[in-house]
Structure formats: C-alpha cells, structure tokens
C-alpha cells in the first residue's frame, strides 16, 4: 500500500489519458489521444519512426510537450527527459511504449492506418505500464483485460482522467469493483503479482491466447 501511494503520488505530478477513440480497418482504423494543457499518458501503439522521445515531440509542435517520462517496471522507477530548448534525458522510445507527457496546450494526437502486428507486451511483478492490444477489440473492460493477462496476475489498475485530473481506479477483490471501461490503445497502470520465473512469454496478436509474463 506504501509503495502504491508513492506511485501515485509520483504519477499525479505527471499526467495522463484523456481519450481514446478507434475504428476498425485491418485492426484498427485508427487510436485518438485528446491531451490537456497539462500532464497527459499517450502510448506508441505503432512504428511511426520515432527512436527517440523527443522525435515525438518535435513531430508535434502544437502541443507544447515540455517534458516526457517513461516507467521502468523492473526497476520501479521513472526515466524522464526535459526540453530546456534541448533534450535533457534523451531517451530511445519503442512501439507499444507508453509515455506520460507534460503538455502547454491542448491537443489531439490521432495515430492511423495502424498495422496487424502488435508491439510484444510483458508483465514485471509490481507496476507496469502497458496498453490494450490493438487487435483487442473484443477488451472493452479492466476486468476483461485482467483475464486476458491471466486470472490471478494484475490485483489493480489505473486509468488517469485528464478532464478531473484524478485516478480511476480498480481493484481485484475476488472481483473487480470499480470495473471501468477501456478500448484498444488504453494505456494502463497495472499492479502485478505474477511470478516471472516461469518465463512464459505473450503472442498478443492471438485473441485467444493470454498476454503472460516473460523472464528478466
């Protein structure tokens, strides 16, 4: 509970989701971000040639993006980088990737012709940041998403409101109370208490398979 206020505490004085809309083409037409001049989460769903954080947000000026933070979910803490009118921090970003941003305006970002393959995902034991698949479409709720990890994986998980600036927030209690809805692109903190020694690692393109954890 102390490591989850701390967490919580670290991520409010960062940001995160607004929205997220999607129609479907080959997976999925395409995956909105609405973000709020403030601190936003927004996820890389997609190869769009960035290989680096401030790649992002040199492509989109009109948000204003003065600061961008990564979760390392095995070390358990957060990898940011600041524009001082350069990149301090600098860090590689990657498909599937989920990144807190810290916005002066508003904006939209709206990602499209998305592809058929998905970025791999993984599950560390404790927090994680992590996206619904795009090809999920069939996950529309936290407790849909927590039986496609597996059932007994994720205890919690985490949505940030941009428009109240607050956590949404549900906990596995033998069943999900406070169950919210999601779609494909949702980025999420999660809590796990997988046990990664098994090393079983997630084809998340396959609906009928369960995104597992992998070994360290």
Known sequence: ?????????????LGMLAAVESNPSA??????????????????????GYAMCSDF?????????????????ETQTWETAV??????????????????????????????????????????????LMMVPLNRADIG??????????????????????????WVTAVDWGYWEGDFEISIGTPLMVFSVVDNRSGNSANPNDSNSKIRNSKK
């Open 1 to 13: 509970m102390k490591k989850m206020l701390f967490v919580l505490l670290l991520v409010v004085s």
């Open 27 to 48: 997976v999925v037409g395409y995956v909105k971000y609405t973000c709020y001049d403030g601190l936003n989460l927004v996820a890389l769903p997609m190869n769009s």
């Open 57 to 73: 947000a040199n492509a989109n000026p009109s948000a204003g993006i003065t600061e961008m933070n990564a979760w390392n979910s």
């Open 83 to 128: 524009d001082w009118g350069y990149w301090e921090g600098d860090f590689p970003v990657a498909p599937g990737m989920v990144l807190m941003i810290n916005c002066s305006a508003s904006s939209i970002f709206s990602l499209g012709s998305l592809p058929a393959v998905n970025a791999p995902l993984t599950v560390n034991p404790d927090y994680n």
């Open 141 to 166: 709720w936290t407790s849909q998403f927590a039986t496609a990890v597996g059932d007994g994986f994720l205890t919690e998980m985490n949505a940030w409101n941009g428009d109240t600036q607050s």
